[in-house]
């Protein structure tokens, strides 16, 4: 759970927040689907993950979205 906090004209307020979870876009070319991640993973440009039984690194972010786009990585560069 993380904290915003936030000014209003009656002063300071927190909110309690759920972490809510990355959603990515797997997409090989002929397969497309969607992946969540924990809320601590790692997850941005360059990140690396595992989802049916691949490696895949996230390459960027959809136009105008939250949503992130991965790439599998090939079989020579996956991780140790």
Same mark, same amino acid.
């Given at each position: 759970? +993380?904290?915003? =906090?936030?000014?209003?004209?009656?002063?300071? /307020?927190?909110?309690?927040?759920?972490? #809510?979870? /990355? =959603?990515? =876009? *797997?997409?090989?070319?002929? @397969?497309?689907? !969607?992946? !969540? !991640?924990?809320?601590?993973?790692? *997850? /941005?440009? $360059?990140? #690396?993950?595992?989802?049916? $039984? +691949?490696?895949?690194?996230? #390459? $960027? +972010?959809?136009? @105008?979205? +939250?949503? !992130?786009? *991965?790439?599998?990585?090939?079989?020579? &560069?996956? &991780? *140790?």
């Amino acid at each position: 759970m +993380r904290e915003l =906090v936030n000014e209003t004209a009656e002063g300071w /307020t927190i909110h309690r927040v759920e972490a #809510r979870p /990355t =959603v990515v =876009v *797997a997409d090989s070319g002929d @397969y497309a689907g !969607l992946v !969540l !991640l924990a809320p601590d993973q790692p *997850a /941005t440009v $360059g990140s #690396r993950f595992d989802h049916q $039984g +691949r490696s895949w690194e996230i #390459r $960027g +972010r959809r136009p @105008y979205s +939250r949503v !992130l786009v *991965a790439e599998p990585v090939a079989d020579g &560069q996956r &991780q *140790a």
